[in-house]
């Protein structure tokens, strides 16, 4: 037999058992407990930042569909300024091209 391994088999379940009694006991319930409620706090504090970070996200999502909007607005507008220039140069060319 080797007296080694066997002491070393001994010592873990005694380590175990005395593991056990200590992870189960008051002193450890009430760590587990003040853990717990940190871990709530952290989380309420991180959905808090969550939901700051969100609408601020749909704030600037609104602000450049809003800058998109006036963009196409402002192209539509000067495409028919663009075309109203060509018909009003194709009536004087049309104009010249009859007097002639």
């Known amino acids: 037999m080797d007296w080694g391994k066997i002491g070393l088999f001994a010592g873990g379940v005694l380590a175990g058992s005395y593991g056990i009694r200590i992870l189960t006991s008051r002193d450890a319930k009430k760590a587990y ?29 609104a602000a450049a569909n809003d800058i998109n909007e006036e963009r196409q607005r402002e192209s539509d507008a000067q495409m028919i300024e663009d075309a109203k220039a060509i018909l009003a140069q194709a009536a004087e060319n049309g104009v010249e091209a009859a007097a002639q």
Not at 36 to 53: G, I, Q
């Open 33 to 61: 407990t003040h853990t717990t409620a940190a871990v709530l706090r952290m989380k309420d504090t991180v959905m808090k930042d969550v939901t700051t970070l969100r609408e601020n996200a749909e704030d600037i999502v």
